[in-house]
């Protein structure tokens, strides 16, 4: 991570470089810090506090479950923790990838400040919803366990969601760049998510949908996190192979672009701002 | 070996990155042929070549829109330059944007820690100097509280406190400490020289031409994006002071009829007029008349702005001795930190002196109203306001303090070995 691309070490006087590792705390600091600060942020002066984010999903789910196992009967066994399980792994990445967008464009006095990582923002951005992550697990374990689906693949949960934290990240990366030089893509994010939704099995599953149709939920990165997450913990199977291995594929790819293009255009980012 | 070096560097921003791009602004104006023109480049910097060696002071000074924004952050490593080359120094600071990444809701505490770990601190650094910054900005309870709860000074302060931790070895200072109150500019102005002391090397861009004399060793002056001038500061500071001159006298319009107080247009009037001073008094003793060695003084005048309001302007007010010019005071709100206001179209303006030791004889004052950033005065009274003084002739000092002479006793007649 250089702090200045027009900074040329080489020429300047490179003895005096801060260390990498240095760079690295500094950078992990970073980030909790300012998740630290934003939660701390938008949580005061509210009564329920902490208790919002889960709330904003219950209701959701609530709506959801009405829905579909009373209006339009869709035949699923524990069909409240069925969404659930989904909605997690959603609405993660929906929250995530609409405040990287903004990320960058709404921190300029950040951003201009010759010290400082500028790839901690969209790291934030990912980082800050995956709170509301953690306060909603809990309440979907005691609702699995009720439901007598809780078994020792749970445990592949947390490497599940590291994976996902990466993907996001990378998509985070390239969304936030992006929109520094071109205001439409926080619109474009939002339709797309819109879209995503739908393309993406969480009031339903993949068995629902019929075979022809497969093929425009699988080119959507988000279905393998979604089924992989059930197969752990709804299904209590390790998820399968096809899953892991588009949602491995997908990381790595994900990580790939959005560094490269975050890299390439940062430097020209204080010119934009 | 040096912290800080521009070669040959130009910078434009592009066309289209003047507005917030969305797609049908990407089509018309970053595809020249569907627009339809291809605007030259409009270069914010030309061409500027310079060096700043460890420990060394480098005052920025220049008009509005001559480059000096565009400068400085080029210096503080943000942005890339368009040609040229700019190396800097891996551990510099600026407060370019202090205090603008303050969080309303959260305390001023917590906004320190923020903004130490933004400035580059890891945390357990920023945990450590956190009970010396707070000291530093005299909060006292405050800190526990939120920063919506703070005046403007006191976030101010927070922000210097925040930057008065740091030891970098180039610090770049957009004039900051021309807000806030005297005593506490007083503490800004002595941590910097600490840190200039402790070899940190200094830019500050500034239009207080009184605080880049004391601070800088070296000046650059930028004039519309070309490095008009760099070197030591008396004679660069001289020469941007001559080029005022010139420039008001360019200004000035050709004059008519001599009006109030035998004023006349580049006769004993100079300045483009856009601003004028009226109703110049001098309070004495009595109205106009002389006043008495240690005798308080009071001026007032009127600044009144001919058509729009004028954004920041500063007033001058100067005594000379008459025969030999010999400057007695020369007194601007600029230096002494007091701002008329942003924008300004009348002001009543009073200049209290509480006692004047000067030694009997003729004086004659001088007073104007000048553009925010020296550029030209709007306004100048050249030698128009006569002050007598009676008293005891000084001789050929400038003042007679109050005084006494006396004999002391002891010691005086002890005899020689």
């Known amino acids: 991570m250089t702090v200045s691309s027009s900074m040329d070490i080489a020429k300047g006087p490179a003895a005096l470089t801060p260390v990498p590792r240095r760079s690295r705390r500094h950078l992990a600091d970073l980030v909790l810090h300012l998740v630290r600060r934003e939660l701390a942020s938008a949580h005061r002066n509210t009564l329920l506090g902490w208790a919002w984010p889960l709330t904003r999903q219950l209701a959701q789910l609530a709506v959801l479950v009405f829905l579909f196992s009373h209006v339009l009967r869709l035949h699923i066994q524990d069909y409240p923790v069925f969404v659930f399980a989904g909605l997690i792994v959603f609405t993660w990445f929906q929250a995530a990838l609409i405040a990287s967008a903004y990320s960058v464009v709404s921190n300029a006095h950040f951003v201009t400040n010759p010290k400082f990582p500028t790839i901690a923002l969209p790291l934030v951005a990912v980082a800050v919803p995956f709170f509301d992550v953690l306060m909603a697990l809990p309440v979907l374990l005691v609702l699995l366990a009720v439901a007598g689906r809780l078994g020792d693949t749970a445990l592949l949960l947390p490497p599940l969601i590291a994976v996902q934290f990466a993907f996001t990240a990378g998509v985070a990366l390239l969304t936030s760049a992006a929109n520094v030089y071109l205001r439409d893509v926080q619109n474009v994010v939002v339709v797309l998510l819109l879209l995503l939704f739908y393309m993406t099995p969480i009031f339903y599953g993949l068995k629902n949908v019929p075979p022809q149709f497969h093929w425009v939920l699988r080119a959507n990165p988000l279905t393998a996190f979604v089924n992989a997450d059930r197969a752990v913990l709804f299904e209590g199977h390790l998820p399968a192979a096809v899953d892991l291995a588009i949602l491995t594929g997908s990381t790595i790819v994900a990580l790939a672009i959005g560094l490269a293009v975050f890299r390439r255009l940062q430097p020209g980012f204080v010119d934009e701002l | ?124 650094e920023a945990l450590k100097r956190l009970p010396s910054m707070l000291d530093f900005a005299e909060l006292d309870e405050f800190v526990e509280y939120p920063v919506r709860t703070y005046s403007e000074g006191m976030k101010l302060r927070l922000a210097f406190g925040v930057v008065a931790a740091l030891q970098p070895r180039l610090l770049i200072l957009d004039e900051v400490l ?64 001559n080029a005022s001159i010139e420039a008001t006298y360019e200004r000035t319009p050709v004059g008519s009829a001599r009006g109030e107080n035998g004023l006349r247009l580049r006769e004993n009037r100079f300045g483009s007029q856009e601003m004028t001073v009226e109703a110049v008094a001098i309070h004495g003793r009595s109205p106009g008349g002389p006043i008495r060695t240690g005798d308080p003084l009071r001026i007032s005048a009127t600044i009144l702005a001919k058509d729009d309001a004028i954004n920041d302007p500063i007033v001058v007010v100067s005594l000379r001795r008459a025969g030999d010019q010999a400057v007695i005071f020369d007194l601007s709100t600029r230096a002494d930190g007091f701002t008329l206001g942003r924008t300004v179209h009348s002001a009543d303006i009073m200049l209290s002196i509480d006692r004047l030791d000067l030694p009997a004889g003729d004086y004659a004052m001088d007073i104007g109203v000048f553009e925010a950033a020296w550029e030209h005065a709007y306004d100048y009274h050249w030698q128009t306001y006569p002050l007598r003084v009676e008293g005891p002739v000084g001789g050929s000092g400038l003042l007679v303090p109050e005084h006494r002479w006396s004999i002391e006793e002891s010691g005086l007649d002890r005899p020689a070995e």
């Open chain 2, 178 to 241: 021309a807000v806030g109150d005297l005593a506490f500019r007083q503490k800004c102005e002595d941590r910097i020289a600490e840190l200039r002391d402790g070899g940190t090397s200094l830019v500050l861009a500034s239009h207080a031409l009184e605080e880049i004399t004391t601070t800088c060793e070296q000046v650059a002056w930028l004039h519309r994006g070309d490095l008009r001038a760099i070197g030591d500061v008396e004679s660069v500071v001289e020469e941007y002071e």
């Open chain 2, 1 to 124: 070996m040096s912290v800080l070096r521009f070669e040959g560097v130009w910078k434009a921003y592009p066309d289209w990155s003047r507005q917030p791009r969305t797609l049908r602004g990407i089509f018309t104006r970053r595809v020249p042929v569907l627009s339809g023109s291809k605007r030259p480049k409009r270069w914010a910097l030309r061409d500027i070549t310079l060096d700043l060696a460890p420990g060394g002071t480098l005052g920025v000074i220049g008009h509005n829109g001559a480059g000096k924004s565009t400068f400085l952050r080029l210096a503080a490593g943000l942005g890339r330059p368009t040609r040229g080359h700019v190396a800097v120094h891996p551990d510099t600071a600026t407060v370019l944007n202090l205090g603008s990444s303050f969080d309303m809701q959260l305390t001023g505490q917590e906004n320190a820690l923020t903004a130490a770990l933004v400035a580059g601190m890891t945390r357990q």
